[in-house]
C-alpha cells in the first residue's frame, strides 16, 4: 500500500509540474488543483501509515 502511495505521490506531483507547460488558463488551474488533491492525499495516507518509534 505504502509502495502505491508513493508512486501516486511522485506521478501526481510530475503532473502537477507539467501542468504549466502544458496547458493555460483555467483549464491549468483545474488540473492543478484537481494533482493538488491527490498529492495532498496521498501524503496524509503515507503520514498516517508511518510507523510509531519509542
Do not use: E
Not at 503532473?15 to 488551474?29: E, L, P, Y
Not at 483545474?30 to 498516517?48: I, Q, R, T
Request: net charge positive.
Amino acid at each position: 500500500m505504502k509502495a502505491l502511495l508513493w508512486c501516486v505521490l511522485v506521478v501526481a506531483v510530475l503532473f502537477n509540474v507539467s501542468t504549466s507547460f502544458a496547458f493555460d488558463g483555467v483549464r491549468q488551474v483545474l488540473f492543478s488543483v484537481g494533482s493538488g488533491v491527490v498529492v495532498l492525499g496521498s501524503a496524509v495516507g503515507l503520514f498516517l501509515m508511518r510507523t510509531k518509534r519509542a
